[in-house]
Each structure stands twice: as structure tokens, then as C-alpha cells.
């Protein structure tokens, strides 16, 4: 059997029973209503924290990639520029012995001019090799920077799942109670 609110209001007080129950029944409701939404506003509460606590973390773990790839640039730029200075500077000495050759007036002048020169383009050959270990410092710069980036983006995937799980049991915790 229903009974309406207005069917309610117009019984006479000792015959209230059924309307004594309906008034408790919607206040239960009612209660029942209250508690379950603080509750959802708990679960989207501690959902909201997980989710900040997520973008916290993926911010930290691009920040330390973004580092660690600027300083592999530092140094690898480091190397290159060391190794053009010693590249320029072994060239210009070869170069200077080289002219001495030319300059040389006497025999002997001319044959220790040209071992000079030898041994000076030897020394900018081997400062040219400086130029493939710097090549190879840039690789791996490259690469530590990659490794870096793979790892603060699986760090992001992790922190992404850890909110995601913690808004699932938030919803969970909240449709049990």
C-alpha cells in the first residue's frame, strides 16, 4: 500500500501509524542520500589529490629528463668545441711548418723544415681523431638523454596508473558504503 505525504497530512493523529512509518522511512532516505554523497565527494576528493599527486610526479620525472638532457648537450658541446680548438690549433702549427719549408734557404733548413712539418701534420691528424671521440660523446649524450626521456616517461605512465587506481578504489569505497 502507498501513502502519499498528502494522503498523510489530512489523517487524523491516532490513525498516523502508516504515516509515522512513511516519515521514517524517508528520513532514513534521506540520511542514507547524505552519507552516500559525502562519501562520492570523499572518493572525488581523494580521487583529485591522487590525480594532483600524479601531475607532481610526472612534472618532477620530465624535469629530471629535461635536465639530464641538457647537460649531455653541455658536454658534448663541450667536446666539440675543444675539439675544433685543438683541431684549429694542430692545423695552424702544421701549416706554420709547412711555409718553413718553403722559407728554407739551404738544404738542411729545407729537409729539418720538412720533418717538422711531418711530425706537425702528424700531431693535426691525430687532433682530427679528437674529432670522432667528440662525434662519439655527442652518441652518447644522445643516447643518455633518450634513456632519460624512457625513463621519466614510464615514471609518468606509473604515476598516470597509481591516480587512475586510487580514484577506482575511491568509487569502489564509496558505492559500499
Request: net charge positive; proline share 1%; aromatic share 2%.
Amino acid at each position: 500500500m502507498s501513502v502519499s505525504a498528502a494522503y498523510c497530512a489530512t489523517r487524523q493523529p491516532e490513525k498516523n501509524r502508516e504515516c509515522q512509518t512513511m516519515k521514517k522511512l524517508v528520513a532514513a532516505l534521506a540520511s542514507a542520500m547524505l552519507v552516500t554523497t559525502v562519501f562520492a565527494q570523499t572518493a572525488t576528493t581523494d580521487a583529485g589529490k591522487a590525480q594532483l599527486k600524479a601531475n607532481q610526479e610526472k612534472a618532477e620525472a620530465q624535469a629530471a629528463a629535461n635536465q639530464k638532457k641538457a647537460d649531455a648537450q653541455h658536454d658534448a658541446a663541450k667536446a666539440q668545441a675543444s675539439a675544433n680548438e685543438d683541431k684549429a690549433s694542430a692545423q695552424a702549427d702544421a701549416n706554420k711548418e709547412a711555409a718553413k719549408v718553403a722559407q728554407a734557404t739551404t738544404p738542411e733548413q729545407a729537409s729539418g723544415a720538412r720533418g717538422d712539418a711531418a711530425k706537425a701534420q702528424a700531431k693535426a691528424n691525430k687532433k682530427h681523431s679528437a674529432q670522432s671521440k667528440a662525434d662519439k660523446k655527442k652518441q652518447d649524450s644522445a643516447k643518455d638523454a633518450d634513456v632519460a626521456q624512457a625513463k621519466a616517461d614510464k615514471q609518468k605512465v606509473e604515476a598516470q596508473s597509481d591516480a587512475n587506481k586510487a580514484a577506482a578504489d575511491a568509487k569502489i569505497d564509496a558505492a559500499k558504503k
